[in-house]
């Protein structure tokens, strides 16, 4: 719901919205649903007008960022064939990441992505925030190289690379390496064909914990879903 909409009391649905509102869920004057600006911004909206060129209600409440975790998380993940990142940016906004930034390894098979990907992306993350009930439209970034995503490390209090190589820690230990609570986490999972020994060194480098996800090797896509959820369960933002 973009935030020009909202404005005196009042919400004015958007196009998209309203055929959603009206020919799927068959509102009609009177009822209350629940709206999101995409920023944090949840309203409770008693309907005053249905039809099937407009909608608009009376805001009766709002609360600030229903459905977010504490912990703002960056899931970097590298780019994977076919449709498996669609479905990795749809379940990792479910999950809580707060921003995705996809990326280009030394172990990408998959390319650059075709134009209009981000925006696909982009789309999916936003119907993912309101299918699980968030307030905040998580960012996805364009695709970068893994240098870009190792140059950011100063940003974030917290640093993670998921590998399945040796002289990995145990995840839990790398959570609590910081020794203070953090604000914000940066997780990275590397594509299909993982992250070669240069690139481990440069994660260490720049001061990544290096973190074991277990005795199983998973495919990038589960890798990233299993981070996310552990990362905010050993945080205490699991819910």
């Known amino acids: 719901m973009p935030s020009e909409r909202i404005t005196a009391g009042e ?8 055929k959603h509102l009206v020919s799927v869920l068959r509102r009609k004057p009177g009822d209350v649903v629940w709206a999101v600006d995409g ?11 249905v039809t099937r060129r407009e909608v608009r209600g009376k805001i009766l409440r709002s609360e600030a960022n229903p459905g977010e975790p504490g912990l703002s998380v ?11 990142f669609d479905w990795l940016v749809e379940k990792a906004v479910e999950l809580g990441a707060s921003r995705i930034i996809p990326f280009l390894s030394l ?3 998959a390319g650059k992505p075709a134009a209009g990907k981000t925006e696909r992306w982009r ?3 936003l119907a993912a925030m309101k299918q699980c ?3 905040v439209w998580p960012e996805v970034s364009a695709a970068v190289p893994l240098e870009e995503v ?3 490390r100063a940003d974030y209090g917290l640093a993670i690379a998921a590998h399945a190589g040796p002289d990995c820690v145990p995840l839990a230990d790398a959570v609590r390496s910081t020794g203070s609570p953090v604000q914000n986490a940066l997780l990275v999972v590397g594509p299909e064909g ?21 005795p199983r090797r998973l495919r990038a896509e589960t890798a990233a879903m299993a981070l996310l959820a552990q990362v905010f369960l050993l945080t205490g933002e699991g819910g």
């Open 11 to 18: 919400v004015f649905f958007p196009a998209e919205e309203v």
């Open 39 to 49: 920023k944090g911004g949840a309203f409770e909206v008693s309907l005053s007008v």
């Open 74 to 84: 960056t899931l970097a993940a590298g780019l994977i064939k076919g449709g498996r």
């Open 107 to 109: 172990g990408s098979v």
């Open 123 to 125: 789309k999916l993350a």
């Open 133 to 135: 009930g968030r307030s």
């Open 150 to 152: 190792v140059l950011s």
């Open 194 to 214: 993982g992250f070669f020994p240069a690139e481990i060194g440069a994660f260490r480098q720049a001061g990544f914990a290096i973190a074991s996800l277990g």
